[in-house]
């Protein structure tokens, strides 16, 4: 299937709940003030685009392509991560909010997660080695047999993260947020 090649647009304040995005290859574009709520997305491929202020709830990426995409102030609940095309995917998110999305099983290293919302947010058995959640709020983020090494909770609050079943080694935490390491132990620390 040969795809449309979009370089270089900026797309503002589009509802593409009312019409469709063309079906295509984006790159270096911009997307802003857009609306994808429950869009169908698949298959598409974005690389070095930037999404700012964009409405991505529930859309479908089966098999889509993110390629060093930066998402600014965006809303992403309900995202199923783990349904991209794998192959170099790159992201990085500020002031967004991803509540209920997955990255299930996904290579997500040196991945930024900055001033964002990321409540129930599913990072099962996922590589995160060297990532940064600066100024995070991960309350109710399942950690399950997940790569941690290297990672910068330092900012970071709300987590829940059981150092016997997720790999820690040299990740980085606040002293206040020390608890989250020891939440299944129901301790209490004065």
């Given at each position: 299937?040969?795809?449309?090649?979009?370089?270089?647009?900026?797309?503002?304040?589009?509802?593409?709940?009312?019409?469709?995005?063309?079906?295509?290859?984006?790159?270096?574009?911009?997307?802003?003030?857009?609306?994808?709520?429950?869009?169908?997305?698949?298959?598409?491929?974005?690389?070095?685009?930037?999404?700012?202020?964009?409405?991505l709830?529930?859309?479908?990426?089966?098999?889509?392509?993110?390629?060093?995409?930066?998402?600014?102030?965006?809303?992403?609940?309900?995202?199923?991560f783990?349904?991209?095309?794998?192959?170099?995917?790159?992201?990085?998110?500020?002031?967004?909010i991803?509540?209920?999305?997955?990255?299930?099983?996904?290579?997500?290293?040196?991945?930024?997660?900055?001033?964002?919302?990321?409540?129930?947010?599913?990072?099962?058995?996922?590589d995160?080695?060297?990532?940064?959640?600066?100024?995070?709020?991960?309350?109710?983020?399942?950690?399950?047999?997940?790569?941690?090494?290297?990672?910068?909770?330092?900012?970071?609050?709300?987590?829940?993260?059981?150092?016997?079943?997720?790999?820690?080694?040299?990740?980085?935490?606040?002293?206040?947020?020390?608890?989250?390491?020891?939440?299944?132990?129901?301790?209490?620390?004065?």
């Amino acid at each position: 299937m040969v795809l449309n090649s979009i370089e270089s647009k900026t797309f503002e304040k589009k509802d593409f709940t009312q019409f469709d995005l063309l079906k295509g290859e984006y790159e270096t574009c911009k997307f802003l003030n857009c609306n994808f709520a429950n869009t169908n997305l698949s298959e598409f491929v974005f690389s070095d685009c930037e999404f700012k202020g964009c409405n991505l709830t529930m859309a479908n990426l089966t098999k889509t392509a993110l390629r060093d995409i930066k998402f600014l102030d965006c809303k992403l609940v309900g995202i199923q991560f783990q349904q991209c095309n794998d192959f170099l995917l790159s992201v990085r998110f500020e002031n967004c909010i991803l509540k209920l999305s997955s990255f299930q099983k996904l290579k997500l290293k040196k991945t930024s997660f900055k001033n964002s919302n990321l409540h129930e947010v599913d990072f099962t058995e996922s590589d995160l080695t060297q990532s940064v959640f600066d100024s995070c709020d991960l309350s109710r983020a399942i950690f399950q047999n997940t790569t941690l090494e290297k990672v910068d909770f330092t900012t970071a609050f709300n987590y829940s993260i059981d150092p016997e079943k997720n790999r820690i080694k040299k990740a980085k935490f606040s002293l206040q947020g020390i608890m989250g390491l020891l939440d299944k132990y129901d301790v209490v620390v004065d």
